[in-house]
């Protein structure tokens, strides 16, 4: 498959802006390229691990905007057929009216021909090997070095909806499982994603994991990620449905059945699902959340509470926090 890439040289403070204008000629999904790190409130409305930004910021960004090329090498937009010559018509003209109020720098666009946009295999660049502690998180094309066999390694791809374990609420729920984990336990997983929790659940011993998702996506990539840390199909079950408001999803979950229950999820979820879930749990079981930004902590706790569950301990990781607490 091939692509028209239109790449708009300009600044951070215009990007908004140039994109909405864009987008009401019939150009989409535009790719961002700047310095700018993300704040921790854009991480939490996100599902996916950031690669890290290189550099500092100099106010400059790449916009590139794709175009699919047809098999006869015409273009189509809005399910109306064009040409290269007349989109850079129209992008040129759109970008000088967008001068006339406001600095959008250089304003150059350039055109290439890309073929199979990857955006998977783009995070080759960024995603490397590394540690959790005592575990070693590692992607499918590198090799697990001789003196790191024989420990607990998980293997695990970047992909375009989940996370690889590289997020602190991650790392957050991680180490709180490994703590309360027994070779008894039964675990849920809510907002189950690529299935790392649960996974991981499962390598270090747990009996028994069952993760729900609302993203359909989810099936396929638990599937993958349980083959290629060769966890068994029987022990571990996905389902796909809201639990916060479908008493069908929470019927087939299960009640009282769940020694420890993890949500890594956003803290505005976390409210409401809460006092739903802890029907789901054993006596004595244990809720662990994460998925929380700092400013949110006391929202989080007091949901907790008011469900009648005991806060055990709250830990934190950069701007990122985890509530842990006992039914």
């Not at 909405?20 to 019939?26: A, F, K, P, V």
């Not at 790191?148 to 729920?173: R, V």
């Not at 703590?179 to 039964?186: G, I, M, N, Q, S």
């Not at 006092?275 to 700092?294: A, L």
């Amino acid at each position: 498959m091939k692509w028209m890439k239109f790449k708009i040289k300009t600044l951070t403070e215009a990007e908004d802006i140039i994109i909405s204008t864009l987008y009401d000629i019939g150009l989409e999904g535009a790719q961002i390229e700047d310095k700018i790190p993300l704040t921790a409130w854009e991480k939490e409305q996100m599902f996916v691990d950031i690669p890290p930004v290189s550099g500092e910021d100099d106010g400059i960004a790449y916009l590139s905007f794709f175009v699919e090329e047809k098999e006869d090498g015409s273009l189509e937009i809005n399910g109306e057929p064009t040409d290269k010559e007349t989109i850079l018509a129209q992008v040129e003209a759109e970008l000088e009216d967008l001068k006339m109020f406001m600095d959008i720098g250089e304003g150059t666009i350039t055109i290439e021909e890309t073929e199979d946009i990857d955006w998977i295999n783009n995070w080759k660049e960024y995603f490397h090997q590394f540690y959790i502690d005592d575990l070693l998180v590692i992607p499918s094309w590198e090799e697990v070095k001789e003196e790191d066999k024989g420990k607990k390694i998980l293997h695990i791809d970047p992909g375009t909806a989940f996370g690889t374990g590289m997020h602190e609420t991650t790392q957050l729920c991680i180490r709180q499982i490994k703590k309360f984990l027994t070779p008894d336990t039964v675990l849920l997983d809510v907002g189950t994603g690529s299935g790392i929790l649960a996974i991981l659940a499962l390598m270090y011993g747990a009996k028994k994991a069952v993760g729900t998702d609302l993203d359909p996506c989810a099936v396929e990539a638990v599937a993958q990620n349980m083959e290629a840390n060769g966890i068994c199909k029987d022990d571990f079950t996905m389902m796909i449905g809201n639990i916060i408001t479908e008493k069908e999803v929470q019927d087939k979950v299960g009640y009282e059945c769940y020694d420890i229950v993890v949500a890594n999820i956003l803290a505005d979820v976390l409210v409401p699902l809460t006092p739903v879930i802890v029907n789901q749990m054993k006596k004595g079981g244990i809720y662990i959340t994460s998925g929380i930004i700092n400013d949110k902590e006391e929202t989080v706790v007091e949901a907790v509470k008011a469900a009648g569950l005991e806060v055990l301990e709250v830990t934190y990781q950069g701007e990122w926090v985890s509530v842990t607490a006992r039914k």
